[in-house]
Nanobody
């Protein structure tokens, strides 16, 4: 099994920055796509950004130009650098990892709260 540990959430003022991290540990062959999703109160979970094992990235239109996803394959970690944060970015952020073991499956992190407020 793979365990994901998220960190880096918190309270920040509009225009501020935060960096989220999600570290994977456990038994697996490799980690394929990794990504970040978010869920605001009363809304469905939505994609924020994804990154392939080769480094290809995809972003939601709402975060393009403000957020940057990256990964460190040696550390089995995915990051989300969030700049120019807006109140509408307030949500619980979840990392997602496509794990390749004897089978391929998705694993979700426990979620980390990001609150953007003055």
């Amino acid at each position: 099994q793979v365990q994901l540990v998220e960190s880096g959430g918190g309270l920040v003022q509009p225009g501020g920055s935060l960096r989220l991290s999600c570290a994977a540990s456990g038994s697996f062959f490799s980690l394929n796509a990794m990504g970040w999703y978010r869920q605001a109160p009363g809304k469905q979970r939505e994609l924020v950004a994804t990154i392939t094992s080769g480094g290809g990235t995809n972003y939601a239109d709402s975060v393009k130009g403000r957020f940057t996803i990256s990964r460190d394959n040696a550390k089995n970690t995915v990051y989300l650098q969030m700049n120019s944060l807006k109140p509408e970015d307030t949500a619980v952020y979840y990392c997602n990892v496509r794990v390749l073991a004897f089978i391929e499956y998705d694993r979700w992190g426990q979620g980390t709260q990001v609150t953007v407020s003055s």
